[in-house]
């Protein structure tokens, strides 16, 4: 009798431990914008996440370069990261230059990558009766090349001079602010271009074109965006936006890349979850939004500079997917 009633009492709270979540992690997160794709990504990738057994913690609204050096310094265990800010904290320059190389370099070192992916394709428009029909257009002008800290002012001036070999401060001048106010500030007149970071059929640009008719830029087609600047070459199909005088057009544009970025001290099971989640999910993502669908498997190792963690290298491995030497960390 004893016997029988010590193995009930253990069996009950076992069969209850059973029937509870298990998470095999909990998984701080940060992210930007909700709306964007760059928000949007994690944010839909979440319960995919916990069905696996990891608990995400997202935060949104963030600044991805605090977050990239909150992950280096150990108190946040992910983030959606720009490339090029993983290059400028190794060199301890931009938006870390108080850092200094070493200590920047000192930081970067805990930070690994698991993938790369699209994010927001980079809209150079104007107004269709601005008289700027082309990139030669905006000698002189106004033109909107971001916010006032981050990877943005590189890449603008960058595809801006792809495009025109036109230089801000020289040639145009360069109007920064941040992101929430571009479009109205480019409805108010503060410029006469606007480069818009945005998803595809974006139904922010969609309103501005119906509001008053925009032509939308097109860059060369053999504009190879710098390697350490995190874009890669897209284009917009004809009949994207209804008030594009040009849709008829298909536009070549640069979009913009981004890594969800890890801990080095991350466990290896960990990111090995998040990874093979990811790449197991992209089909149920592109249906759940129509604002994910240019995000590829293919992107993998778009843009990235930053070694990958050995739970995403594990996973690379047993899908016989060859991963660059440089990715590799030492």
Aim: aromatic letters at 8%; proline letters at 7%.
């Amino acid at each position: 009798m004893p016997c029988t009633f010590l193995k009930n009492f253990v069996l009950i709270p076992v069969l209850m431990l059973l029937a509870l979540p298990v998470w095999a992690a909990k998984v701080s997160m940060e992210t930007a914008t909700p709306n964007s794709v760059v928000g949007l990504l994690p944010q839909t990738m979440a319960p995919y996440w916990n069905k696996a057994g990891i608990d995400v913690e997202l935060a949104t609204g963030q600044t991805l370069t605090k977050s990239l050096l909150k992950i280096g310094q150990g108190s946040l265990d992910s983030a959606v990261v720009p490339p090029p800010a993983y290059a400028g904290l190794l060199e301890g320059s931009g938006a870390y230059s108080r850092l200094g190389a070493e200590k920047g370099t000192e930081i970067a070192r805990n930070v690994r990558a698991l993938f790369g992916f699209s994010a927001s394709i980079y809209h150079p428009i104007v107004w269709a009766d601005s008289g700027i029909d082309d990139w030669s257009g905006i000698q002189g002008k106004k033109v909107y090349i971001g916010p006032p800290a981050g990877t943005a002012n590189a890449q603008i001036k960058a595809l801006i001079k792809a495009a025109s070999g036109l230089e801000e401060g020289r040639d145009y001048e360069g109007i920064k602010a941040p992101w929430g106010v571009a479009i109205q500030g480019f409805r108010d007149g503060q410029y006469d271009l606007v480069i818009a970071p945005q998803a595809l059929g974006s139904q922010v640009l969609t309103e501005l074109s119906l509001s008053r008719d925009i032509r939308i830029l097109s860059l060369p087609a053999d504009a190879e965006s710098p390697p350490d600047l995190g874009m890669i070459t897209s284009t917009i199909p004809p009949d994207t936006y209804s008030g594009q005088v040009n849709k008829n057009e298909t536009v070549t544009v640069w979009v913009t890349v981004m890594m969800l970025a890890v801990n080095k001290d991350m466990a290896e099971d960990t990111a090995h979850t998040l990874t093979k989640t990811y790449f197991d999910s992209l089909d149920a993502v592109h249906k759940a939004n129509d604002l994910l669908k240019t995000v590829s498997a293919d992107q993998r190792f778009d843009g990235l500079l930053t070694p990958l963690h050995p739970g995403a290298v594990r996973y690379y491995q047993e899908q016989n997917i060859e991963i660059p030497a440089a990715l590799l960390a030492e």
